[in-house]
């Protein structure tokens, strides 16, 4: 694997590897040594032009576990601020020896450039981009998926036959792009739920089912409910009426939670809007898998940065050095 930029463009049998080589991750950490030596002489640089917390930790974490040198770059209070354009950001690493960059950029098709400019040679993973993509949280998903409906049956198995359901701003959101694309990959259904006003103008080319009422999308059945922050920061208009309109038409509340069917499981990518999307009765129950996607984050980014950096080893190079 050269770069990690979408999930349009990965193979079932890529992400499958992706998600495979995950579980081996995962089975490291329950260790009481939980480090692995696999990358150890490699750069891996966290590229922040955007703030996020959740992701950055997890990016840094998967890759100290790894063995990996890791270097944090904020673009507040750096010379991005004062003006460096990403071409010479990039030629810097460059020169510092980089081997992966983990970008997240407000400007979609960002990490892309930074792949294909020549500017680099490292390894590019995207960490998000503007509304366009957010490829590792949807394997994180689809791999959080697998997990609770597989256990440790899970490896080389897809998600055919099941129905996931995202809802909420979809206008916005990187993370529901990258799931329509790699759900609908490993074989899933998958319906969105919004209001009209946070649906983009044309969802036809997507691989999804579009549905403007909850309950409806609830009555059939899904096995995953995912639900989507409201990205304020994100809206410069009306999108909805009122906050408290939206948390009565669109949030998971305590009967919404109620009336899903048995083994239906609750997800949330966070950081969590309590009592906005989603309520505490939903968050906190047996349901949610939102710590647990948290964990597996870690677990999935430490495969996307062992297949980036060591992608010329066989899979079986992956179980021996997780054992």
Do not use: C
């Not at 079932?12 to 992706?18: H, K, T």
């Not at 460096?84 to 690493?93: K, R």
């Not at 998000?128 to 697998?146: K, S, V, Y």
């Not at 047996?286 to 062992?306: C, D, F, K």
């Amino acid at each position: 694997m050269r770069h990690l930029l979408d999930t349009a463009s990965l193979d079932r049998a890529e992400a499958l590897r992706i998600l495979d080589v995950a579980e081996d991750m995962r089975d490291t950490q329950s260790r009481e040594v939980r480090k692995l030596p696999t990358l150890r002489g490699k750069t891996v640089v966290n590229l922040f032009f955007e703030d996020s917390t959740r992701t950055r930790i997890s990016f840094e974490a998967a890759a100290k576990r790894l063995s990996a040198d890791v270097i944090n770059f904020s673009a507040k209070g750096s010379s991005v601020s004062k003006g460096e354009s990403l071409q010479d950001t990039a030629q810097t690493l460059q020169a510092m020896g980089a081997d992966a960059v983990v970008i997240r950029h407000g400007a979609s098709g960002a990490p892309h450039t930074l792949a294909t400019s020549g500017w680099i040679t490292a390894g590019v993973i995207n960490a998000g981009d503007g509304t366009h993509e957010h490829p590792t949280q949807a394997l994180l998903d689809a791999f959080t998926i697998r997990k609770r409906a597989f256990g440790d049956d899970s490896r080389g198995r897809d998600l055919a036959g099941m129905h996931v359901a995202i809802v909420g701003d979809i206008l916005h959101s990187r993370v529901a792009r990258s799931n329509v694309w790699l759900l609908t990959l490993l074989g899933a259904r998958v319906t969105l739920v919004a209001p009209p006003t946070l649906v983009p103008q044309d969802v036809s080319a997507w691989p999804a089912r579009v549905v403007y009422d909850l309950d409806e999308a609830i009555a059939a059945a899904p096995d995953a409910v995912m639900m989507l922050r409201i990205q304020l920061e994100r809206m410069n208009a009306a999108y909805f009426p009122t906050e408290r309109e939206y948390s009565r038409r669109w949030g998971l509340d305590a009967e919404r939670l109620a009336a899903l069917p048995d083994g239906s499981i609750v997800m949330h990518p966070g950081p969590m809007n309590r009592g906005l999307e989603i309520s505490a009765d939903a968050a906190d129950s047996p349901r949610s898998t939102v710590l647990e996607q948290v964990a597996n984050g870690v677990s999935v980014r430490m495969a996307a940065l062992y297949l980036l950096l060591a992608g010329e080893r066989t899979d079986t190079n992956a179980e021996e050095d997780a054992r």
